[in-house]
């Protein structure tokens, strides 16, 4: 498999759009106050206030793991529970780093969809004050989903004032967020901070950024002290313009809506095209950039050695197709026409 090619396991493995680089090589230049009091962490800080509210708190980080774990942690104690989807990335996907740096427990829901609903998340709701029980704190959702679906407006503020109405948060993991608000045509304050979202990891990497996430408390009573928890937790970037040139460039000229604009159209031009192969299965509804299928299993191999991507149920013979910022139609076309041919 050539590792230069285009392929469609995540959207972690596209490059840096030049933007960012750009940006990047602008503030490198003289010297500027490290670990986040330069100017240009505060431009980006502001930029963030102008989008999601004056009130709320931003914090960056190096990775979204992170943002989602310290995030988490600023709102619980070691004897809490955080109710999550079986599918989320903090259940799946992050090495037990919630339980371990949070010492919260995770109490999961399967779901058909990777949507966490109120009825879903019922059957944890018990034990309220009950010594020998981890209390329930804190809700977590994925926006989109690992499954590329995606919560409405009104679903998230249902899960808000529900999670609000027992005395506790709800923690939005927002990896790729701008493919949600281009596909639900909202803006970012639209379905967080007015919908009552209580902490937001906000990403940019999997989007055309180098690295580098942000934790935004929409709750701001709940950032208190967390500048020690990110430091204790690693987090804390001496070099800090360099993550911050880049959510600069990044939230301004619309680039974050292009770059996630192109990726979802790439998925739905994907799975337009698979539809009309009757041996492939798409299993989800492509919403954003990510696009679910069962496909025969002595395909699979075979269609890895040139396109990488990830089986997803390898008892159904599920994979995950992920589009990028830079994918082609050109990538898509070849893709349809190796499956066809692997098919005969």
């Not at 240009?40 to 990775?63: M, N, P």
């Not at 197709?321 to 990538?331: A, G, K, P, R």
Request: proline content about 3%; some cysteine.
């Amino acid at each position: 498999m050539n590792q230069n090619k285009r392929g469609f396991a995540s959207d972690n493995n596209s490059g840096v759009h030049p933007s960012i680089l750009e940006s990047i090589n602008s503030v490198n230049h003289g010297h500027t106050i490290a670990y986040g009091d330069d100017n240009y962490t505060q431009e980006a800080v502001s930029i963030f206030k102008d989008l999601f509210g004056s009130h709320v708190e931003v914090f960056f980080v190096f990775i979204g793991s992170a943002a989602n774990v310290l995030g988490i942690k600023a709102a619980t104690q070691p004897y809490h529970a955080v109710i999550t989807p079986e599918t989320a990335h903090i259940n799946v996907d992050e090495c037990g780093a919630p339980e371990r740096f949070t010492g919260c427990k995770l109490l999961t829901v399967p779901t058909p969809d990777g949507k966490l609903t109120i009825d879903l998340a019922q059957k944890h709701m018990h034990g309220f004050g009950f010594q020998h029980h981890s209390q329930p704190k804190v809700i977590s959702i994925s926006q989109p989903t690992e499954l590329g679906t995606l919560y409405t407006v009104d679903e998230v503020r249902d899960l808000a004032n529900f999670a609000h109405q027992h005395n506790m948060y709800l923690h939005m993991d927002g990896a790729r967020i701008a493919n949600a608000a281009v596909a639900l045509d909202k803006s970012f304050k639209e379905f967080t901070t007015d919908a009552g979202v209580d902490i937001l990891s906000f990403g940019g990497t999997k989007n055309g950024m180098m690295y580098g996430e942000a934790v935004v408390f929409l709750n701001p009573d709940l950032a208190h002290e967390f500048m020690y928890t990110r430091k204790q937790g690693l987090q804390l970037a001496s070099k800090m313009r360099y993550v911050s040139a880049q959510f600069i460039a990044y939230l301004s000229n619309n680039q974050w809506h292009k770059t996630a604009s192109h990726a979802n159209s790439m998925a739905k031009l994907l799975a337009s095209k698979l539809e009309l192969i009757p041996s492939v299965k798409i299993t989800q509804p492509v919403q954003v950039n990510g696009v679910f299928a069962i496909i025969p299993k002595n395909i699979i191999e075979r269609l890895q050695a040139e396109y990488f991507f990830y089986t997803w149920d390898e008892d159904q013979s599920e994979v995950r197709w992920m589009t990028s910022w830079d994918t082609t139609e050109d990538d898509i076309n070849n893709f349809v026409e190796k499956v066809k041919e692997l098919l005969t």
